[in-house]
Antibody
Framework: QLQLQESGPGLVKPSETLSLTCTVSGGSISSDGFYWDWIRQPPGKGLEWIGSIYHRGVTYYNPSIESRVSISVDTSKNQFSLRLTSVTAADTAVYYC?????????????WGQGTLVAVSS | DIQMTQSPSILSASVGDRVTITCRASQSINSWLAWYQQKPGKAPKLLISKASSLESGVPSRFSGSGSGTEFTLTISSLQPDDFASYHCQQYRINPWAFGQGTRVEIK
């Protein structure tokens, strides 16, 4: 059974960098046919897709935050990571990692449990 | 970018009711639409893909329909476990976009 688990600090100061890691178990992140995504949900609001990565390093980002975001993959650890720079209170959200098939891409079949990140001084 | 709009935002219903949630896309997405169920404090769960294809293990009281820009999620007979939030999402064109969600609450 494929499982995804987010980890990282629950509190980040304004203007600093948010860093989260998603650990994949029950399957290989190097498998062809899957993309690995980050999605967030501000408290009481809807879901926002952040970006995705393929194990060969190909990335796609939401243009709304593309200038501040980067996603990387570490196949040796079966993990992928999110970095979001220059955070503000508007970046406070539950951050989810998820899996999407390569074809058709963009449908989220599996999700991590989510981790709440608050931006506050 | 494609915008997704759900209605209503909140739906009050009773056990046994038939409920329908609508999702509209700002441009045609053919049938590239997914529906998710989310319970408080939990991650969303994929219910329906390709507008009408029920995922394995999802009860048959859930159904999806539509194509182009108008879609619906129907629960034929609401059960206690169905009180949750529901989100639509288009995956025709990047960036993938979600509706704002519909909360189904007990009347």
């Amino acid at each position: 059974q494929l499982q995804l688990q987010e980890s990282g600090p629950g509190l980040v100061k304004p203007s600093e960098t948010l860093s989260l890691t998603c650990t994949v178990s029950g399957g290989s992140i190097s498998s062809d046919g899957f993309y690995w995504d980050w999605i967030r949900q501000p408290p009481g609001k809807g879901l926002e897709w952040i970006g995705s990565i393929y194990h060969r390093g190909v990335t796609y980002y939401n243009p709304s935050i593309e200038s501040r975001v980067s996603i990387s993959v570490d196949t040796s650890k079966n993990q992928f990571s999110l970095r979001l720079t220059s955070v503000t209170a508007a970046d406070t959200a539950v951050y989810y990692c998820a899996l999407t098939p390569a074809a058709p891409r963009g449908r989220f079949d599996y999700w991590g449990q989510g981790t709440l990140v608050a931006v506050s001084s | 970018d494609i915008q997704m709009t759900q209605s209503p935002s909140i739906l009050s219903a009773s056990v046994g009711d038939r409920v329908t949630i609508t999702c509209r896309a700002s441009q045609s997405i053919n049938s590239w639409l997914a529906w998710y169920q989310q319970k408080p404090g939990k991650a969303p769960k994929l219910l329906i893909s390709k507008a009408s294809s029920l995922e394995s293990g999802v009860p048959s009281r859930f159904s999806g329909s539509g194509s182009g820009t108008e879609f619906t999620l129907t629960i034929s007979s609401l059960q206690p476990d169905d009180f949750a939030s529901y989100h639509c999402q288009q995956y025709r064109i990047n960036p993938w976009a979600f509706g704002q969600g519909t909360r189904v609450e007990i009347k």
